[in-house]
Structures are given as structure tokens and as C-alpha cells.
């Protein structure tokens, strides 16, 4: 289709009467690069004759082949709302979605469902956000990786589009000193990817860069019937899909922040980095997150380029833009040293509990020891593991090789740049020792949690969660009487650097951040035992 005849087109699409089914009002909906209608029980989405460089729709078969990529790669989180690809006949004044005659324009064929079910316009709970981190990442583990030989991934791939979003955004002008901020940000991204590519191309190598979903953030995901349906890949670049999954689990992390919903955030972020083991990621995600607040400027940069002047929504896009850029701003100032937390105490003492309560107050990453000596087995978390004492994956080395995982993991993410806290029993000494060497080594804070309750709450936790079965540790009720006569409690010096939580009395969440700040500040360089 002509490209000036495309305005017609989209007008005429307003008419009920261009469907083949009901649709008494029709809805339209537009963004940088598509024009969706709301047409009874369907959407259709149309794709705009336009080249941005980093698309191109300016045939009618680049549109056709894009539409059914769409169809192929949306089918695999969303496989109930995509129905397939339509032809828009007649013309541009009087069209005819799907009836006979010459194509005139290619739509992809949807079932609608209410704008209120997607996560940018509804109240987010903990549950749905560990729900959607765990359906991402089993979709992770499961598309495909990217070929050796293939061009995707690799340093100068990840590169590219990082600058390339900086020129529409310099093309606005947005705040005085804009070029200035925009330079400072290209210096930063240009320094962190310099020092990153043995890590890029590590990951590449390791299988991490594969097809993902490409623009996952909370307005193509939705909550349609109780169940997440997450929508809108692209379609139109594979270099923008073929990517490293951490770059995609930084875009939902970023637009969380966004929201101002940094609590959820972090959830989100432990919960994915819990179910897929996939600690690495950490090492690139500041990066990625910067680059994911620049696409988010940039698409508000080209909406700006495309609406009328002076119009309200002009100043919502230029808002918009300015405060992704602000945020992009804000991931590339570290404000202070990483920090060391161990969480010990008895089966039932509520480490786990507190961990993920911290970990959405603090930007910390939770390491659970009941999930890792599991992934050390290849055991799925959801697995009872339930064997006689020293038995299956219980026994004595086994406990040794957990607490090595641990210590490696703790020291990864602290390299990092990020807070940990160590979740297990810690009932020897000599475990706990070796994390404060840890901290001593790397020359920054540790505080210890030393959580505790009554043997009568102890036992009702863990016959509750027994019978619950919800719960991924295996403790039972003999694990916690050895655990009691193996206990050495802590030394003086641990007492020190120690904040003691009765957990039997429900703990103000606030109280206890409190404490734990107060700790750190008189723990500025652990000297270990």
C-alpha cells in the first residue's frame, strides 16, 4: 500500500463495518511502530510502511513475513491469544479485514482481552511476581542458543544497539545540559562493556545467549483469566532477540523500578535468579539495565518525533523520556562497598522467611542453602528430598559440598558489586568461620542474623510445613533434634557482630533493618576469629 494511502487506511479500520464479525465500537491503539484495533472479541495489529534502521516494514512483504514471525514467536508464551495472520482487502477507504480481492495490507489476528489485565495497569502482588519469575525462567531454559557460529551475541552485537539508542534521544531536545548527560551515559556504557566482553563472550560460549521473548517488560504481559500470558516479542530484529537472557531479565527489573515498585523488583530478580541458578547474570546487569532504561527513552524519543506539536501527550512522552533517562543515570552510581549477611539458626527458625522479606527491602541477593545442595544433585526445589538421616542427598559430604557452594556464590556476587545474605543452619563454628574469612579477605561488612524461637514453635513450623509440602526444604522433626545437639553457639566475638532475632515474637521488619544498619555501622572491616 501507497504510503500516504496508509492514513486512510487506518481511519477507515475505526468502522465497525470493516470486520467480518460484531464490533459494535471499535478501539484503536498506536504506538512507535504498529496500529492495533479492538474489534469485538479481537485485536488486529497492523505494522507501520516505515524504516528506523533498526526495523524495517516498508514493503508489504517485509509487514507479511514479520506478521507471521510474530505469530511464531508469540505462540510460545502467549499460544491461546495469537489466532493467526489476515488480510486487510478492498481499500485504504473501504477495507475489508480478511474478505476476497487483492491484499492490501497484512494484520496479525488476536483474541482481545481487557486492557485492565495487563501488569502496567494493575496492582502486582509477591505471588503473580514469583509466579511470572518462574514461567521466565523455564522459558529461559528451554528456546533455543544461539549457534557458535552465529553473529548474535557477541561483544560488537551487544555494542551496537546500546549506542544506536542514543541517537534518537540526542535528536530531542530534552534539558538543557541533555548532550552533555547523554555523553556521560555513552562514556559509562562504552567503560562497563570495554571491561565486560570476557564475560559476554563467556556467557555466549556457555550457552546463555539465546532466542528470547526480546521486549519483556510489564505492558506486554498480562494476567488473562489467572493465567500470565506474555506477549509481543519482536519479531522484526533478531539481533534483538538473539540476546543474552540476563539483558531480558534486566528490561522487567528495570521497568519495575520504573514503577516504582523496586520491592517487587528485587523479588522478581531473586526468585528468576533462584529457579534458574543463573547467579552470573548479576555480573552484567547493571549494564543491561542501563540499556534497557535507553530503549525505554528511545521509543518516547520516537513517539515524540511522530506526534503533533504542543499536544498533552507530547509533554507525557517528553516526561517520560526524561525520567527513563534519569534512571539509566541512576544505575551507574555505585554508592558504597558491597555487604556480607549470614542468616543461621534451627530448621523452623524463619530464615527463609526473613530472607525474602529483607530481599525485598534490600538490594541484596538471598542464597538459600535447601535450593542449592538440591541443584548441586540436579533436583528440582519442588522435589521432596526426604531421605533417613545421612541418606540421599543428606549425608555429611554432601552438607560440605553446600556450604562450598555457598561460599563460591557469596564470593561471586560480592566480585559482583551486590549485598548477599547467606541463608542456612551455620550450626558449627567452622562454616561460620569461613564466610567471616571471606569478608575479611574482600575488606567489607558482615553481620550475622541469628534467628531463633521456642522448641514448641520450632516443631509446629516444620510439622506445618510438612504437611503443606509447599515449603522446599526437607527438615523434619529428627533433622531438628540432631540439629539442637550439634549446635555450637556463637562465640563472643560472633556475638559481637551478631543481631539476635526471636522470631517466635512475629518481628517488626522495620525494627530489624534498623538493627541490621545499625550492625553495619559498627562493622566497617571484619578482622575474622
Not at 538440591?374 to 538421616?389: D, M, N, P, T
Not at 557452594?405 to 562454616?431: H, N, S
Request: net charge negative; hydrophobic share 40%; charged share 30%.
Amino acid at each position: 500500500m501507497d504510503v500516504d494511502a496508509f492514513p486512510r487506511l487506518i481511519e477507515a479500520l475505526m468502522r465497525p463495518d470493516a470486520y467480518p464479525h460484531p464490533a459494535d465500537l471499535v478501539e484503536h491503539i498506536e504506538t512507535h511502530i504498529s496500529h492495533v484495533f479492538l474489534a469485538g472479541a479481537f485485536a488486529y495489529k497492523l505494522k507501520k510502511p516505515i524504516d528506523l534502521g533498526f526495523l524495517d516494514f516498508s514493503t508489504l512483504e517485509r509487514r507479511r513475513r514479520c506478521c507471521e514471525e510474530e505469530l511464531r514467536l508469540n505462540r510460545r508464551l502467549a499460544p491461546d491469544l495469537y489466532i493467526g495472520l489476515v488480510g486487510v482487502a478492498g481499500t485504504p477507504s473501504v477495507p475489508r479485514i480478511g474478505g476476497p480481492g487483492p491484499v492490501q495490507e497484512y494484520a496479525v489476528q488476536m483474541h482481545r482481552f481487557p486492557q485492565e489485565a495487563l501488569l502496567d495497569r494493575r496492582e502486582l502482588s509477591g505471588e503473580l511476581i514469583d509466579r511470572l519469575a518462574v514461567e521466565i525462567a523455564e522459558f529461559h531454559a528451554w528456546i533455543p542458543v544461539a549457534d557458535s557460529e552465529s553473529p548474535y551475541g557477541t561483544p560488537a552485537a551487544v555494542l551496537e544497539p546500546m549506542i544506536e539508542n542514543l541517537a534518537p534521544i540526542r535528536a530531542r531536545t530534552l534539558l538543557p545540559d541533555s548532550g552533555d548527560r547523554l555523553d556521560c551515559l555513552e562514556s559509562w556504557m562504552r567503560a562497563r562493556w570495554q571491561a565486560s566482553i570476557p564475560m559476554i563472550e563467556r556467557r555466549r560460549r556457555n550457552g546463555y545467549v539465546r532466542e528470547c521473548h526480546g521486549d519483556m517488560h510489564r505492558g506486554n504481559i498480562a494476567l488473562v483469566d489467572g493465567e500470565i500470558r506474555i506477549f509481543d516479542a519482536i519479531e522484526f530484529n533478531p539481533f534483538l532477540r538473539w540476546i543474552d537472557t540476563a539483558s531480558e531479565i534486566a528490561f522487567l527489573v528495570m521497568d519495575l523500578d520504573e514503577s516504582g515498585a523496586a520491592p517487587l523488583a528485587r523479588r522478581f530478580l531473586n526468585r528468576y535468579l533462584e529457579r534458574s541458578g543463573d547467579y552470573e547474570l548479576l555480573a552484567m546487569l547493571d549494564l543491561y539495565k542501563v540499556y534497557r532504561a535507553l530503549v525505554r527513552a528511545k521509543v518516547m524519543a520516537i513517539r515524540l518525533g511522530q506526534a503533533d506539536p504542543d499536544s498533552a501527550q507530547e509533554s507525557r512522552d517528553t516526561s517520560t523520556c526524561i525520567r527513563y533517562l534519569e534512571l539509566a543515570e541512576s544505575y551507574t552510581a555505585r554508592t558504597r562497598p558491597p555487604r556480607l549477611l549470614i542468616a543461621c539458626g534451627l530448621s523452623g527458625s524463619g530464615k527463609s522467611c526473613l530472607g525474602r522479606r529483607l530481599g525485598e527491602a534490600l538490594p541484596l541477593i538471598h542464597l538459600r542453602s535447601d535450593i542449592e545442595r538440591k541443584r548441586l544433585f540436579g533436583i528440582s526445589e519442588a522435589v521432596s528430598s526426604r531421605a533417613s538421616l545421612d541418606a540421599g542427598i543428606y549425608f555429611p559430604t554432601a552438607t560440605e559440598w553446600t556450604y562450598a557452594r555457598l561460599l563460591r556464590l557469596a564470593e561471586a556476587i560480592l566480585g559482583y558489586g551486590y549485598d548477599v545474605l547467606v541463608d542456612a543452619t551455620f550450626i558449627t563454628r567452622a562454616r561460620r568461620a569461613r564466610f567471616w574469612e571471606l569478608a575479611r579477605r574482600r575488606c567489607i561488612p558482615a553481620v550475622i542474623l541469628a534467628l531463633d524461637a521456642s522448641v514448641d514453635v520450632l516443631r509446629s513450623r516444620i510439622i506445618c510445613r510438612q504437611a503443606e509440602n509447599t515449603d522446599v526444604s526437607d527438615a523434619d522433626l529428627l533433622v531438628l533434634e540432631r540439629q539442637r545437639l550439634a549446635l555450637e553457639p556463637l562465640a563472643d566475638e560472633e556475638r559481637a557482630r551478631a543481631v539476635f532475632i526471636d522470631t517466635g515474637q512475629s518481628p517488626s521488619l522495620p525494627e530489624v533493618l534498623v538493627r541490621i544498619e545499625s550492625a553495619f555501622v559498627s562493622e566497617h572491616a571484619p578482622t575474622g576469629q
